[in-house]
């Protein structure tokens, strides 16, 4: 069976700080993609990155970065210099095994706070 | 506009009552997909459209809940005699390609059953 567990429910920082969130998966599958997305309050969720399972070369873009270990089916997502508009909830996800990447298995989401 | 568009935004029901939430994908997006996501957890997959064939249904709950994109463009997702757990958020997502995962999502439309 596939499964997303993001074990932190909630995470509250302040403005600047660097926050981590977690993300750990199950699969059978030797072929598989692993997404975030940000979720704000408006409610549409905004694709963030797409991994495949053969490159696990961690990934960097602005402020985000992405750490990805087969070893320990995890793939987490690093904020650095945390800002207002970066609060919202984060979903990691994992893509299904009969190849439709748009299936998608979703944790349960981490809420981010950054107070100012 | 540019992005997916799901009406309507809210929609409140009795129970029993039928419903019908529509969803414009991106133009030419080939994929279409309905998730329902319940308060304070991830998106659920129900369906899947690739142009106006609807390849996999396999998430999709009841035989209540049906789905359908007759012209590969513009969906329609129908409930019948809604239930209480049949309140959530239902979410359109396209995409370009026939496999991609960049999914693009609408705001939903928050379905509250009485």
């Known amino acids: 069976a596939q499964k997303v567990t993001q074990a932190q429910t909630e995470i509250s920082v302040v403005e600047k700080e660097d926050v981590t969130l977690d993300c750990v998966y199950e699969?059978?599958?030797?072929?598989?993609?692993l997404f975030w997305y940000k979720q704000p309050p408006s409610g549409e969720l905004v694709f963030l990155i797409r991994?495949?399972?053969?490159?696990?070369q961690n990934e960097i873009s602005g402020r985000y970065s992405w750490n990805f270990q087969k070893s320990t089916s995890s793939f987490n997502f690093t904020i650095t210099a945390s800002q207002v508009v970066d609060s919202a909830v984060y979903f990691c996800?994992?893509?299904?095994?009969?190849?439709?990447?748009?299936?998608?298995?979703f944790g349960q989401g981490t809420t981010l706070q950054v107070k100012p | 506009g540019a992005g997916v568009s799901q009406s309507p935004r809210y929609k409140v029901a009795k129970r029993g009552q039928d419903v019908a939430l529509r969803c414009d994908p991106i133009?030419?997006?080939?994929?279409l997909f309905w998730y329902q996501q319940a308060l304070g957890q991830g998106p659920e997959f129900l369906t899947y459209?690739?142009?106006?064939?609807?390849?996999?249904k396999s998430g999709l709950p009841s035989d209540r809940f049906f789905a359908e994109r007759p012209e590969g463009s513009v969906s329609t997702l129908k409930i019948q005699r809604t239930q209480q757990e049949d309140s959530a958020v239902y979410l359109c997502?396209?995409?370009?390609?026939?496999?991609?995962?960049?999914?693009?999502f609408g705001e939903g439309s928050r379905l509250t059953v009485l």
């Open positions: 133009s030419g997006h080939v994929s």
């Open positions: 991994r495949n399972s053969f490159d696990e």
């Open positions: 997502a396209s995409s370009f390609g026939q496999i991609t995962g960049e999914l693009f």
């Open positions: 996800a994992l893509s299904g095994g009969s190849g439709n990447t748009g299936k998608l298995i």
């Open positions: 699969t059978r599958d030797t072929t598989y993609y």
């Open positions: 459209f690739q142009n106006e064939a609807q390849l996999d």
